[in-house]
């Protein structure tokens, strides 16, 4: 595959190669193509979050529960689609 970059975007990738911070232009892109991805997954989580809070699926915590919210937060990951309580 063959891409062509606008002027800028050229001088941005030699730029970072130039300064020793990537290796090759590949690497500058595959860096950008990765932190792209991982936007596009945060933007998942952040509108999955959002149906969570319109449909009442959330849990509240109090000031002194601290522990509690973090215990929570910690094992979150193996029940992502269950709904809180």
Known sequence: MSI???????????????????????????????LLAKRESLLAHIDEGTRQLRTGQFAKYGEREREKFLIDIATAGSRVNAPCT
């Open 4 to 34: 062509m970059l606008p002027p800028e975007f050229e001088v941005f990738v030699h730029t970072r190669v130039a300064s020793g911070a990537y290796a090759s232009e590949q690497d500058v892109l595959r860096t950008a193509f990765d």
